[in-house]
């Protein structure tokens, strides 16, 4: 179940969303639940996490659009936000508050709809995957986005977590079969690392966690270009 909210003053606008949503849901067979609110103050005042998208109209009576997203960002960072708006030089200003994609009025059901593909598929990157490891006294369901990096130690592997640490024996060659599609770099023989935890390089370094990891010479030009692409969002 997707659970949308749609934000405007003008109730014409609603009803024309909700059927363009019902349509939708019966083309792609997607399940959807759409809650309206007629003013970005009404969505924000006791405002819970519990959209995953919201269809946010810019220009509105009390509170307007980039006003109620820059709100909604404090406490979401997570929530797929589309503004809804009749103006494009204020949809160009959605990038302060990561909004995904902007429609413009009058809404044609083409453009609301590949607006919405365009959503589901970032949603679809948030899915959580996991991994079974082995450990001692049993094995761990371990979410592949909270390791930081895994490092090769002889025939054990140390996966490095913000908290914690699992051990395991197995080879990195296998791990790094099963985490090929997750965004991580083999930046030396025995570390691999998590693109999303990379929070700079420094004198041949990569910093993880607070930790200088060691980049190979030799994979330095492959680590910047992949780290390049992760960050703009190419892969």
């Not at 406490?75 to 990038?95: K, L, R």
């Not at 930790?211 to 910047?224: A, H, P, Q, T, Y």
């Amino acid at each position: 179940m997707i659970r949308i909210a749609i934000v405007d003053d003008d109730s014409t606008s609603i009803e024309l969303l909700k059927s363009y949503i019902m349509q939708y849901q019966r083309e792609r067979g997607e399940e959807m639940s759409v809650t309206a609110f007629s003013d970005g103050d009404e969505l924000v005042e006791n405002y819970k996490a519990e959209f995953d998208m919201i269809l946010l109209d810019i220009e509105m009576r009390f509170m307007d659009g980039m006003t109620a997203a820059k709100k909604i960002r404090e406490s979401d960072p997570e929530v797929v936000i589309i503004f809804i708006t009749n103006m494009t030089q204020y949809a160009i200003n959605g990038y302060q508050v990561n909004a995904t994609d902007y429609v413009l009025k009058p809404v044609s059901y083409f453009s609301f709809s590949q607006s919405l593909d365009r959503a589901l598929l970032r949603m679809g990157k948030r899915v959580k995957h996991y991994i079974a490891i082995s450990v001692k006294g049993g094995t761990v369901k371990l979410g592949v986005a909270e390791i930081c990096y895994v490092e090769s130690q002889g025939h054990r592997l140390i996966f490095h977590t913000k908290t914690d640490e699992y051990v395991t024996f197995s080879t990195m060659k296998e791990i790094e079969e099963k985490l090929k599609d997750f965004h991580f770099f083999r930046c030396n023989k025995g570390i691999m690392l998590n693109l999303a935890f990379v929070d700079g390089v420094q004198d041949g370094c990569v910093i993880v966690n607070n930790e200088m990891l060691v980049i190979s010479r030799g994979r330095k030009k492959d680590f910047m270009e992949e780290l390049t692409n992760y960050l703009g969002g190419a892969i």
